[in-house]
T-cell receptor
Framework: RKEVEQDPGPFNVPEGATVAFNCTYS??????FFWYRQDCRKEPKLLMS???SGNEDGRFTAQLNRASQYISLLIRDSKLSDSATYLC??????????FGDGTTLTVKP | NAGVTQTPKFQVLKTGQSMTLQCAQD?????MYWYRQDPGMGLRLIYY???????DKGEVPNGYNVSRLNKREFSLRLESAAPSQTSVYFC??????????????FGPGTRLTVL
C-alpha cells in the first residue's frame, strides 16, 4: 500500500462546478500536510497548507481528519485556470515529504 | 531573486555515462531536496539535506550521490546512468525543513533521458 494515496482521476468538470479531491495517508505519525498544484511539465507550487481546524483560501477549502488519516481539497466555482494536477503531500517529523501521485483536473468551458 | 535554479534543463546520456545535476537557491534556506518524477506519478525523494553539512537518503537513493557544497548549492550525481533513471529531476528548498508552514520551493526541473 502506498504511503499517500489520491483519487486517481482524471476529473473533467464544467466551469463553475464544485469538485473535491481526497487523499489518505498511512503513517499516523505524520505531522504536516499540504496541497501542491502542478501545471503540465512545470514544477509543483504550494497551493495551501492543511491545518487540523480546516482552512480556506478563496475558492479553495482544505480539511484534515487525523483520526481517519484523510485530507481533502474542495474547489468551488471552478475556473478554466484551475486545470492542473493536484498533489497531496504528507510530511513526517524528520522533514521528509511524501507525495501522492496526483489527481488531474480539467475544467471545460 | 531567482529562487531555485537548476542546470541543465535537458540532458541525454548513454548507459554508463556519469553526470552531475546542479541546484542552487538564493533564499537562504536551510533544507534542500532532490526528487524524481516519472510519468503519471508523484515526486519521490532521492536525497535531502536538512542543513549545510548533512545529507540523508530518501525513498529512492540507489544509483545517486549528493553533495551539499554550501548553504546555497546541492548537487546530484549519477555515477553510471541507467535507462531506469530516465525521469524529470526536481530540486527544492525550504526554510526550516519541517512544520506546517514550511513551504518547499521547486526549481524548474531537469529532463534526463538515458539511452
Amino acid at each position: 500500500r502506498k504511503e499517500v494515496e489520491q483519487d486517481p482521476g482524471p476529473f473533467n468538470v464544467p466551469e463553475g462546478a464544485t469538485v473535491a479531491f481526497n487523499c489518505t495517508y498511512s503513517n499516523s505519525a505524520s505531522q504536516s500536510f499540504f496541497w501542491y498544484r502542478q501545471d503540465c511539465r512545470k514544477e509543483p507550487k504550494l497551493l495551501m497548507s492543511v491545518y487540523s481546524s480546516g482552512n480556506e483560501d478563496g475558492r479553495f477549502t482544505a480539511q484534515l481528519n487525523r483520526a481517519s488519516q484523510y485530507i481533502s481539497l474542495l474547489i468551488r466555482d471552478s475556473k478554466l485556470s484551475d486545470s492542473a494536477t493536484y498533489l497531496c503531500v504528507v510530511r513526517g517529523n524528520a522533514g521528509k515529504s511524501t507525495f501522492g501521485d496526483g489527481t488531474t483536473l480539467t475544467v471545460k468551458p | 531573486n531567482a529562487g531555485v535554479t537548476q542546470t541543465p534543463k535537458f540532458q541525454v546520456l548513454k548507459t554508463g555515462q556519469s553526470m552531475t545535476l546542479q541546484c542552487a537557491q538564493d533564499m537562504n534556506h536551510n533544507s534542500m531536496y532532490w526528487y524524481r518524477q516519472d510519468p503519471g506519478m508523484g515526486l519521490r525523494l532521492i536525497y535531502y539535506s536538512a542543513s549545510e553539512g548533512t545529507t540523508d537518503k530518501g525513498e529512492v537513493p540507489n544509483g545517486y550521490n549528493v553533495s551539499r557544497l554550501n548553504k546555497r548549492e546541492f548537487s546530484l550525481r549519477l555515477e553510471s546512468a541507467a535507462p531506469s533513471q530516465t525521469s524529470v529531476y526536481f530540486c527544492a528548498s525550504s526554510p526550516i525543513g519541517g512544520g506546517d508552514t514550511d513551504t518547499q520551493y521547486f526549481g524548474p526541473g531537469t529532463r534526463l533521458t538515458v539511452l
